[in-house]
């Protein structure tokens, strides 16, 4: 298993998801996905306060199974101040002390960033490890560099939204010493869509789509085990998230996980360019 994985939990709390037809996952299986990550090494998190009930969920398995102990890592709600909202979190979460919070959006983080000095003093290495920022395109990875306070950067990386459109921005930051997490390895589940289905406002997105699933079979590789390698081969990439409806699909993403790729297929990948970014950010779907 990649030490990599992040198991993203919005499905938790949520009906999330382009290609969902199951709706919200349950409590239990919640619980039962919670379970089987642990046990085999993922180990950490992500949530949200705005993810419905995902940290209820997340802090009512903790408090059965004592010994699990994850790293969290949750966003700031954006209708209560900095200190509020973790202190809600850790309530929620049943947890004195988490990995990471971040801003839910770069909006988000430049409209309270004159909260943070406070929010470091009385909150940090306390009950929280590292502040971070959630964002989705590379003009706000590039404002994120100047500011010291920020350790951790969430962003969407995927097959499409790739190498040659983020690598220069990430280094960037990289070099500042920001830690990278990458969200969106399957771009919501698109990437597992039957073509018909694909909804008519994506449909650009259709053939570059199928230009992948032709690199696939050609190397006989499945489109999953091809977009989470595609993120977690990269090496300045410190976590890749991955959300999950099913403790069936975690365990299929986990062995994904164990069996890389040769570089030379994701030069090929790499090829593949999208021209209208909007396709790309789920935000304006
Ligand atoms: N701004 C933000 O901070 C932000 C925004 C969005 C998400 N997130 C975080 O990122 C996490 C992941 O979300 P994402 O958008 O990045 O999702 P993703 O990982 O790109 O896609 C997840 C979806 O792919 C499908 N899937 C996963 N494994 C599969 C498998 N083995 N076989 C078939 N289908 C599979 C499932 O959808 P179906 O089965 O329904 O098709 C699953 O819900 C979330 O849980 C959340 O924690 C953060």
Redesign the pocket.
Known sequence: MSNKLIL????FGLA???????GQVTTEQSSAILEHAYNNGVTSL???SS?GDSELVIGNYIDKNPGKNFNIIT?FSNRIDCGLSLETSLQRLRSHKISSI?F??FLHYAENKHELDYFIRKYKDVNVETIGV?V?TNEELAQLGQDDRINVV?L?F?ILDNHALRSEAVLELKSRGKTIHT???????LF??DAEKIPEKLSPLKEPINLVKQVCNEHRLNI?HLALQYVLQKSYIDGV?????SV??LK??IE?SEVTIPQEVFRIIDTILIEDLNLLN??TW
């Open positions: 993203g939990t919005v499905q999330y998801g382009v290609n969902n037809s199951a992500d949530t949200a993810y966003k971040l839910h959006s959630s989705y969430q969407p995927n969200r969106s390895a399957f771009l919501q589940g597992f869509m999953g998230l991955i959300g999950v409806d069936t699909q299929q993403n994904w789920p935000s």
